[in-house]
Nanobody
Framework: QVQLVESGGGLVQPGGSLRLSCAASGTLWPRYTYTWHRQAPGKQREYVAS???????NYANHAKDRFTISKDSTEDTVYLQMNSLQREDTAVYYC?????WGQGTLVTVSS
C-alpha cells in the first residue's frame, strides 16, 4: 500500500509563494498519476493539477498560470510550486497517487 505525506504548507501574504511536497512510500507501480486537490473552508474538494508517469501535466484553470507541478528523478516525490498566491488559494492541499490520498497540508494566504 502506498502512503503519502504532504508538507510545505504554511502562512503567506498575498502575492507570496509556497512549494508543497508529496512524498510517497510503499509499493509504487510503473504507470501512475499524481494529483493535487484542495479544499477551502466551507467548500468541496477541487482539482488543482496532475502529472503522469509519462510526464504529462495538467492544470485547473485557476492554477495554470501560477502553479507548477513536477516530480523528482526518483519519481517518489511530487511538488506543487505556487506563485502569486491569493486569499482564495487558502485551503488544505491534498496529494493523490492513483486514488490514494494523503492527509493534506494547510495553506493560508492572509495579510
Amino acid at each position: 500500500q502506498v502512503q503519502l505525506v504532504e508538507s510545505g504548507g504554511g502562512l503567506v501574504q498575498p502575492g507570496g509563494s509556497l512549494r508543497l511536497s508529496c512524498a510517497a512510500s510503499g509499493t509504487l507501480w510503473p504507470r501512475y498519476t499524481y494529483t493535487w486537490h484542495r479544499q477551502a473552508p466551507g467548500k468541496q474538494r477541487e482539482y488543482v493539477a496532475s502529472i503522469t508517469s509519462g510526464g504529462v501535466t495538467n492544470y485547473a484553470n485557476h492554477a495554470k498560470d501560477r502553479f507548477t507541478i513536477s516530480k523528482d528523478s526518483t519519481e517518489d516525490t511530487v511538488y506543487l510550486q505556487m506563485n502569486s498566491l491569493q486569499r482564495e488559494d487558502t485551503a488544505v492541499y491534498y496529494c493523490n497517487f492513483n486514488g490514494i490520498w494523503g492527509q493534506g497540508t494547510l495553506v493560508t494566504v492572509s495579510s
